[in-house]
């Protein structure tokens, strides 16, 4: 297990999939991921890569070529070996090294990074193309924050602060998994959260550059910067029976997104796909901040 530590928190990495599953404020005494429980959801913070989201069918093609992948892709089941690290950070790779070349075509390393500054954890990707032509991915985050943070709290005692970008957000359904466009997501600012939220599977939205996690009981808050992510989803696992949520809630900016209901397969058509020539880097990060 790899450890951050300064001041005011304390952050805990395992090596499989480079999932950050512990992060703890000392003055406030608190642990703000979701502990895991398989109960309902046995992960904290995967990273979904080289797809975010179920593919139509679990499958998809690659120069007519079929290919099978299960939701989210394989490297948040995959070990990362450290290349560096100090007190406050931590450097993570990943190398296919002709591995997953049954399910994926394209050979490629992942870099995934981790620093701590204050009460702030930026996670910071960079995906190197090492195939001889273009390689297509989607990269996307997972983190499920412990909500309610406290005792005797409930779920309606929280809400979300969105501040949309520039461009107008739209809005996608999921049916069956497959993403539906629902059109313009217009006043979006604040949203009260409450389980009938996900009867229906994850919100997702397009064009979104931060989402701060408040409650009306108490002062704590988690905010999540992700300028320049092109979509978001938003989600807790939801009981039919009870009508009731997980303890937690997953904020998770992607570079990609499920596929569409009418997706023909083909992986360089997808929505959301990015594009990597040969030896290109991809390079991104997001911040979140607990107080």
Known sequence: MIVLENNEMKVSIQEKGAEVVEV???EKDLQFMWSGDPAYWGRVSPVLFPIVG????DQYTVDQRVYSLPQHGFLRDSTFSVIEQTNETARLQF??????KDVYPFECSVEISYRLENNRLTFQWKVVNEDKGDMYFSIGAHPAFRIPLRE????SDYFLEIEPSETTP???VLKDALIYEKGAAENLHQLPLSADLFANDALIFSDIDGITIKSTVNENQINVQFN???YVGIWSKYDAENHTIAPFLCIEPWFGIADTHDHNGNFKEKLGIN????DGVFQTEFSVSFS
């Open 24 to 26: 703890f404020h000392k």
């Open 54 to 57: 179920r593919l139509k069918n």
């Open 95 to 100: 190398a296919t090294n002709g591995r997953f």
């Open 152 to 155: 005797n709290e409930q779920i």
């Open 170 to 172: 739209k809005e996608f």
């Open 228 to 230: 320049d992510f092109p």
């Open 275 to 278: 594009r990597l020539s040969k």
